[in-house]
Structure formats: C-alpha cells, structure tokens
C-alpha cells in the first residue's frame, strides 16, 4: 500500500485518490444512465466500467483543482470538463477539503518555492527565547532580516558580518536564521556553508578555489531564490578569494545573475578583543552590559580590523567599499548566560535538573580574567559535553 506520510505533496495526491473513490459512486450511476440504450460490447466488465468513471472524474477533478490553484491557466469550465459531467456534491465538498489545505501550505510561498518559509515570528521568538547575553546581535539581526525580506526589490544581496569569540553565538544564530527562512532548515538546498579551513585549506589552491565558489554559487542560486550562504571562519579566507565575493554582494548593475535575494553571512573572530574589552570597561564601571551600544563597539572593532594581520577578510573590499551592511557583535557570556545554556541543553534533551547542577556545569568551564572570573573564555560551546557528566 503506498504511503502518503512521506510528502506533503504526496498527502495531497493521495487524498485526491482517496476522493476520487468517494465520489465514484456518487458519479458512477450518471454514467449508466448515459450509457441506457448504447451497444455494450461483449466482456464489458464492472472493472472495465469503474476504470472509465475514474479516468473521468480524475480529469473533472484535476481540472478543478487546477483552477482553484492556478487562476490563470483556467479556461471556461465547459471547453475543458469531460462531456456532460456536474461535479458531484459530496466530490466537491472533499475536493474544497483539499484545494483549502494546499492553499494553506501556498501561503508559507511567498517566493512561489515552499522551502522557502521566512517565518520572521519563529526567528524573533528563538532570538528572545535561545540567544543569551547578546542584546546587540538579537537586535541587529531580526531588523536586517525584517527589512531585507520586506523590500520587494532590493539593490543588492543582505551582508552581515559576525565578530566574537568563540562560543558566544555567531553559529547559533545563522542556525536560528536557517531554521526559519527555511523549512529544511540547514540542511536546506537554499542554504550553502563554507568553512575556511575545510573547503579552502590551502593558498596555492586560491585560483582552484575561486572557480568552484563561483560554480557552487551559481548552482544554488540558480535553483533557489533565496539562498543563504555563511562562511565561517571568515578570517581564515584568502583575500583574493574574498574579494571574488564582490560581484555577488555588490548592487545589481543588471548584468548577470542576479543576487539581490541572497544573504551572505561571514563569521569570524576578528575584533573579539575590542568588544570583550568594551564589555570589561562596562563592569568596572558597574554598568549594566544591555547598555553597550553599536556606537560604543564600531571604533575600537573597525581599529582591531584594520590593523589584523594575516587576514584577507579585514581588508578585503567587502569592508573597504562597504558592501558589508551590518557588523555584528558578540559580546562575551558571563556565568548566568552559561547557566541558561545548559538549562537549554537539559530541556532539549528531555533530562530534569536543579540549579546545583546548572551551577556545577558552569562552574567546570573556564573563566577570564583569571581573579574575576567574569567570562567565559569557550562562551557556551562545550556546555553540552559538560552535560553528559550527568547522563547516567
């Protein structure tokens, strides 16, 4: 027996079997009634019979369904219907049942391709819910999306930077980002992820490189509207090969592919210091951290960037000709935000726990400066590990 739990493409072509039975027996006597006074040949079976009234209505209600759908391709109901054929009512009640549902699913297609959700609601509440300790970004981040996805033609691909240690959410938050531009979520076709160290180890290979970036990203894009693509490590990555990003962030000159829908998100260490040092003046001047503003970061971390050495991602012309729409900051965790990840860790995984055992879990990672104590030096990212300590 086939499944109809695999798609949801597939529930609706078997519903519309499943409708075409219903409806066969309200259908099959107009058939007879037509066929009172006709020649009959030999053999003609009952089978034979029931095959035609389903190839009949099959096309009836096909047709029906298309033209609730797809308003456009809709001729006059007469020039298409199959001879002398009313749609039965009960078929017509099951077949609203399902135009209704597919419908309800079209709505998720604002881009016409349903892996394509853009559920700002869903990012918002996971910013506020799941993201700790970083106002800034959680900021940022659901205005520069909210805005993008808005304006109907925008000049050129959204660009956000991430900067932070490690730990602190730069990878969380593009996970978020996919799991709600997206019904598949990372493992989406839409969304690409490179990694510096991984798809581009070497700097002899950089020419080798630049083509297959350049193919891998013209074969996304040309099967996605809005494909998401996150370079992480972005510190790490020749400038050359950068600098081969910028026709694709670049404003639309009406040349070529066409990338105003995308978003490049490029995550990176690079600035940690001068933010983990704006959020330490913050402390000794007993200055609660959700007063750090983007002014409050903006020179210190574009001074650490300009003078990074070894680094292709900080001089490349994505910053030099402010193609980079947003820098985004990731402010380093203290002791309670550890204590919420675990408590998210815990929670995800079904396991009960108190608040020593929260405590313990943040009292095993290790905290700068080394008397204070105030932050974390992994952020969040080893909290999971730390949690199987507890796993019986």
């Known amino acids: 027996m086939l499944g109809c ?27 007879e009634n037509q066929m009172v006074g006709k020649w009959v040949p030999p053999g003609y079976s009952d089978v034979q019979r029931q095959l035609e009234v389903a190839t009949d209505l099959s096309k009836k209600y096909w047709y029906y369904l298309t033209c609730r759908l797809w308003h456009e391709n809709c001729e006059r109901e007469d020039s298409r219907s199959p001879q002398g054929w009313s749609l039965p009512l009960v078929g017509q009640e099951y077949l609203e049942i399902l135009a209704n549902w597919y419908c309800s699913i079209r709505t998720c297609c604002e881009m016409g391709d349903c892996r394509i959700s853009n559920n700002i609601t869903g990012l918002k509440q996971d910013l506020s819910r799941k993201l700790h300790g970083q106002h800034l970004a959680h900021e940022v981040v659901l205005r520069a999306v909210q805005s993008f996805l808005q304006t109907q033609q925008p000049e050129k691909a959204l660009t956000l930077s991430f900067h932070g240690w490690s730990g602190t959410g730069k ?29 581009f180890p070497h700097s002899s290979y950089v020419d080798h490189y630049k083509l297959q970036l350049k193919k891998q990203l013209s074969e996304t894009a040309s099967h996605c509207k809005q494909p998401l693509f996150i370079f992480d490590e972005a510190e790490k990555l020749h400038l050359d090969l950068v600098d081969t990003l910028k026709p ?8 070529g592919e066409d990338y105003r829908r995308s978003i490049f998100l490029f995550l990176s260490n690079i600035g ?6 704006v959020a330490w003046n913050f402390w000794r001047a007993n200055r609660p951290r959700g007063e750090i503003t983007l002014e409050d970061l903006e020179r210190p971390l574009r001074a650490e960037m300009s003078s990074a050495t070894g680094s292709g991602f900080a001089h490349s012309q994505l910053f030099t000709s402010g193609l980079v729409d947003f820098i985004v900051p990731f402010l380093p965790l203290e002791y309670g935000h550890v204590k919420l990840c675990a408590r998210d ?29 105030l932050f974390s030096a992994q952020g969040c990212k080893s909290v999971s590990q730390r949690i199987n300590y507890f796993l019986p």
């Open 171 to 199: 990878n969380f938050v593009a996970r978020l980002m996919a799991e709600n531009l997206y019904r598949d979520g990372m493992k989406s076709e839409c969304v690409r992820i490179f990694i510096s160290q991984l798809h």
């Open 272 to 277: 940690s210091s001068a933010i983990n040092e």
């Open 345 to 373: 860790v815990f929670t995800s995984q079904g396991l009960p726990y108190t608040q020593e055992m929260l405590d313990e879990v943040a009292s095993m990672m290790v905290f700068v400066p080394k008397e204070e104590r």
């Open 5 to 31: 739990n695999t798609s949801p493409l597939l529930h609706g072509c078997c519903l519309l079997l499943v409708l075409a039975g219903i409806a066969g027996h309200t259908g099959e006597k107009q058939v």
């Open 248 to 255: 694709y962030v670049d404003h639309y000159d009406g040349a």
